[in-house]
């Protein structure tokens, strides 16, 4: 279910709106199902033929103020009950007090970065293409851009262009950027001989461009100072007419991302200046004091280094941070660690040396490296739906737990927070109920072929395109939100759906539930089902914003 939806369903529970007039306006099919009558209108419009209805214009104009009239009763119902961005979301029906064992990646997931990270990160890739890999030194008058892109985009490595695709592989037009300038919507269907990407063109499992795949899908939080970079050194080159080979600059522009991080770039200067680089979080502390408190175990499994993870991990848990985990893992290579059975666990001590011994047994207040899943579930026992683990990396920290081995798993997703409160505010609520209504309205009329009624329609679907543009433009001028496109969810939707049972912005949303609470998922109506019955709960299953204030 898309956030939209969610919200909406929520929304119509709450105020006591008819289910089937909200499922016209928001649905997730982009308007009302064929045969359904709207809200206003006639039932069964007669199809008129050409020279057949004299005043089909003063007709067609008077079902649309009529529309109208009733996308503005609508509002305040839907503004009266507006969703807590602070909620936890489901996928899959899951109880918590199934939940024996905690696990948790570390960035992005136990520790926040502020966003002086990605100028960071930016900044220091930039240099090391100048001063590496000799890209030209004027590059370095590009800045990070925090606004320019989102997660969940792809990249055409061959063809150096980045773009929003949907859960059916449909590229949406007006998303597509050729460095900063957008690519006009006749040359991408030129380029791909529509709006389709074949399977065969699309990223491996991981994401990843490789083994002939021409697409590279960035999913990571880090991965957006390297599509930033990527387009502005795209910038330069087109703007100077330099001509260069796309494939290279993307490798080159992945391996300096890359070297920023294994060089230790990142780490040393978020080690030096902690406060600057990690959003301070009380509440990640209250998150793991509240499981231990009640039994439960808990283990950490990062591709970060020991003595960077303990220094995070004082700042904003403390120094007995340790005590807290049952197990601690550095350095894992995820998503190897899930994999590759080859690599034994390492034992770091103290000063961060690597000793030799054999690891029989993982042990409470140690911190080990490498390793694999294999050895882990072998050493502790932790299998199966007893386990919940939470990452920020679809791919990365999910995708295999969940296939492979049966553990539950949580998403992280801190612009979810964001997306929330835009989605809460009376210009989207607006915006998008008369969206939909129109939408559906265009689907009604859309029976009268005469030529005056076409130049009505012709009217109504121009409204609509400005305004789906416009919707794009709450979240981002470029690529609009992350969880969907025009109508469509997004692919980076389609895989969190896969993937995760629950996702939410923040550990901290934990807090607002009992360790025993159950996840329901909301049924959502098909296509080809009525809405009404499948509404009808009488409480919201997703908390709504005026009840958490309450409490």
Known sequence: MTTAAAAAAAVARGAGVRAAAVAALWGGGGGTAAGRRPR???????????????DMKRYLWERYQEAKRSTDELVPSIMSNLLNPDAIFSNNEMSLSDIEIYGFDYDYTLVFYSKHLHTLIFNAARDLLINEHRYPVEIRKYEYDPNFAIRGLHYDVQRAVLMKIDAFHYIQLGTVYRGHSVVPDEEVIEMYEGSH????????????????????????????????L?????????????????????????????????KGIMYRAIEADIEKYICYAEQTRAVLAKLADHGKKMFLITNSPSSFVDKGMRYIVGKDWRDLFDVVIVQAEKPNFFNDKRRPFRKVNEKGVLLWDKIHKLQKGQIYKQGNLYEFLKLTGWRGSRVLYFGDHIYSDLADLTLKHGWRTGAIIPELRSELKIMNTEQYIQTMTWLQTLTGLLEQMQVHRDAESQLVLEEWKKERKEMR?????????????????????????????????????????????DVNHTFYPRRTPLQHELPAWSDRATTSRAPLLQEAQAK
């Open 40 to 54: 206003s209108g006639p039932a069964r419009p007669l199809c008129t033929a050409p020279g057949t209805a004299p």
């Open 197 to 228: 990407v074949p399977l065969e063109q699309m990223s491996d499992f991981y994401g990843k461009s490789s083994h002939g795949h021409t697409m590279k899908q960035f999913m990571d939080i880090f991965s957006l100072p390297e599509m930033t």
């Open 230 to 262: 990527l387009s502005c050194v795209n910038e330069h080159f087109l703007k100077n007419n330099i001509d260069y080979e796309p494939v290279h600059l993307y490798k080159d522009v992945k391996d300096s991302i890359r070297d920023v991080h294994i």
């Open 469 to 513: 543009e416009m919707t794009k433009s709450f979240f981002n001028a470029q690529f609009g939100s992350l969880f969907r496109t025009d109508q469509n969810p997004t692919y980076f939707l389609r895989r969190l759906s896969r993937f995760a049972d629950i996702y939410m912005a923040s550990l901290s949303c934990l807090l607002n539930y």
